[in-house]
């Protein structure tokens, strides 16, 4: 197309003729590699991070999955944890806007230009085109950070004396929460304030509304003048309010059900009280979040627990917010395709509304092949070569490995101890696990056939038995 | 209904009245009961077998299963062996005549003598309705028996001198294959003849033969003088075919590649032809039939190995056979569904014809459902209350319990040695397991609320973001 032969104009041309799904996936490899030079210098880390760390590090900041091999307190100085906050909000609300922009379209085959202007053009974000929608994106996020800030270093953080330390640690736990990206400052997470209630509720109520994404915080403050009736709220919205109380309430029931059976487990000894706090804020920051207020481990956590968090990390967040996995709506999608064919009913029927066949079908695709994705990751996770030296432990169980995964896969960074204990092949697998798990699987796939024009023929229907 | 008030014709009339899912789970219950006096009495047992026992392995029989807490050739007698073998056609070949059946309708709420009438008065099966299909079903099964038992005889169990042995061993392997049941009549199941080409050839023919379902076998051999034309047969058989020769070859496949890796494994030490036998062997056994040519364990697989094995045990045989599991065509489907949704496609295309939304959606809802009940019974499964004295070994991985619930509920019987160490309460979850299984959720729900007639009212459709 490009009648000039200058590099410069070359790759502007070419730039300009990518598809917002091949946009994002280039943007996010540079992004990932001039983090990893940055972050590796001396400036920003002590002698221990070399480039492979770094790299590992910068990945799971920029997929705000929060897998980590270093100790952040101990081997980032303090211009690297302010580069690992920066990375975490591009990659946070980055995405966030990138993918509540997708929304507003159901094919995503042109190019960016185009979608562009016809975004400006066609203002379907309803606040008046994209470059609003942006600001509005990232006004709403400053203001629920700044919010969280003030609380957490007024009543939270407390115990910190230093005043600078006390700000930097309410800031950075609240930018970590907001994008769901589960970094910590300290090597045991939030672990020693596990009985804290400000603690817990700010960073819970940053997880969640991090994670319900902005066109259902834009349809609540739209509404917040009648919210009495909730009708006027759109499915999306009301859909997402409602899978999220259920997956956290139900997520904290499971969780206490199952503990209660573990001998040695992390619930043994407490109060009632510490109880609720713990699992509901383990069942919240499960669905993408990955921080933890009590130890993680194949020993502190019962089979059934694991097995329920591995689920909930697969569930993960809301479209359009900051946290991963298939999605609440995905989720909610397919069980109400099981209760319609549980009640004989040949349509979706959610909320009094009728979901279309394409939604279902979409869920499909995007479980199975997420599972399928993540259960790969678990079987490459055990066979790679074992570089000598390296790991101090070798064999984890299937469920470790399937932990593990999921964890990376959902950009979560739960970890029971495994991912720095892992060879240089493992935590290969994890990185690659940590891009695909944050892009999705859909977008990464039309960013590469995107272009190319879907055939479209037409073909005769015939019943099979199932 | 009736005017009539002897409790007979009101039983009568009752029975008049139930609908084919409601029929069959009646049926189902009373088999059970019958059959599990039957064989707790001296006549078919020894002492060692009492009600418990016995109800154990009628339930496993019944549903085709093959989980055992007996030792069959030593706990039971000859006749005891012989209801044993009854049960397991009555099992195998009742439930593919009554699938069938059901095949013909869309909808399952009309009673059954209504059904029987239309089945005999629409001609719908093809071959002259009701009574000709159900004798067909009959006598494919017994002639593929006969075959295989022939075969077996001559070429197979030559190490058994005593020739009525060898006729019973012949027959009750070929009774159990065809009909996916599993149940050996020794304690090590196959495992003395894992190098025997004729055992595993024969065995694995009947088990393909009896999974795919008796409407393939018709369409084939309707076919059988033009098969060279493959179009000829319909979308149900080419698509049952076809998945069924893939995944036997990936299983084996995959089996091969996660073995290699276990040390101490079952593949360890074996020739490159051994290698082959077993993992196809093993391949076609794991999806419903149950039996193993090298012996199972946790020790003896590798995790990724079992894992695959619990797949292929949740895909099962095809729907209108012997086997259990969600079938091969519900996982085709969800797998087509999967592909499209990956091109960008807004229909599933499987073998250039469109497949109507309706079956995805059953597809949909079987997996979900079955899914959630199989990780409901691992939970309950290490929950119940230990019968002091019972069980030798009370702590199982969470991947044994899966496993285990997996090989009931697909009705596979495939055991890593932890069904007859698992107290009562455990068995009583197996049981049910097996039951539902065996049934099928959609069977068993429209058994509890097919006579309520469902409520057809529109709903707007709305689009939701995923
Ligand atoms: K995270
Ligand atoms: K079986």
């Known amino acids: 197309m490009s009648l000039t032969s200058t590099p410069w104009n070359a790759l502007k041309t070419w730039r300009q003729r990518l598809t917002v799904p091949q946009f994002t996936v280039v943007t996010g490899a540079l992004v990932i590699a001039v983090g990893t030079v940055l972050l590796a210098s001396p400036l920003c880390s002590t002698d221990d991070v070399g480039l492979w760390q770094a790299l590992f590090t910068v990945t799971s900041a920029i997929t705000v999955t929060g897998l980590s091999i270093i100790d952040v307190s101990r081997d980032l100085t303090p211009l690297g944890q302010l580069t690992l906050a920066g990375l975490i909000i591009t990659g946070g609300l980055g995405l966030m806007a990138i993918t509540t922009f997708l929304q507003g379209f159901v094919q995503g085959n ?19 085109g994209i470059g609003p929608t942006f600001n509005s994106i990232l ?21 910190i004396a230093n005043p600078l330390e006390r700000f930097w640690a309410s800031l950075f736990h609240c930018i970590s929460a907001y994008n769901n990206a589960g970094f910590g400052l300290w090597g045991d997470n939030l672990v020693r304030y596990r009985d804290n209630p400000v603690v817990n509720g700010v960073i819970a109520s940053m997880i969640v509304v991090g994670g319900i994404g902005w066109r259902v915080i834009n349809d609540l403050w739209t509404n917040r003048a009648r919210l009495q009736g909730l009708r006027r709220l759109s499915l999306h919205t009301r859909l997402v309010l409602r899978s999220t109380a259920l997956l956290i309430v139900f997520g904290a029931l499971g969780l206490m059900f199952t503990e209660q059976f573990a001998a040695g487990g992390v619930i043994e000894n407490l109060q009632w009280w510490q109880d609720i706090q713990v699992t509901l804020f383990q069942s919240i920051s499960a669905r993408t979040a990955g921080f933890n207020t009590v130890p993680l481990s194949i ?14 990390m697969f569930i993960g967040a809301s479209p359009g917010g900051t946290g991963g996995g298939i999605k609440t709506t995905t989720f909610a999608t397919l069980m109400g395709a099981t209760r319609s064919t549980l009640q004989g009913r040949e349509e979706v029927v959610i909320h009094r509304r009728q979901i279309p066949d394409t939604v279902v079908l979409r869920a499909v695709g995007v479980v199975m092949a997420s599972a399928i994705f993540v259960i790969l990751m678990a079987l490459l996770l055990g066979i790679g070569p074992t570089t000598s030296g390296e790991p101090t432990r070798t064999t984890f169980n299937f469920l470790e490995k399937l932990f593990t995964c999921m964890s990376a896969f959902g950009t979560v960074g739960l970890d029971l101890g495994v991912t720095a204990q892992l060879n240089r092949w493992g935590q290969l697998v994890l990185m690659v696990g940590m891009f695909v798990g944050r892009l999705g699987i859909l977008l990464l796939l039309s960013a590469i056939y995107g272009s190319r024009p879907q055939p479209r023929v037409g073909y005769p229907r015939e019943e099979i038995y199932i």
Chains 1, 2 share one sequence.
């Open 299 to 312: 020993k502190t956590f019962s089979d059934a627990g694991l097995l329920l968090l591995i689920v909930l």
């Open 139 to 159: 006004i709403t996020g400053f203001c629920v950070m700044g919010i969280g800030t003030v609380v957490l270093y007024a009543f939270g953080f407390t115990d």
């Open 110 to 128: 042109s190019g960016l230009r185009q979608r562009l202007d016809k975004g400006r053009a066609l203002d379907e974000f309803g606040v008046g």
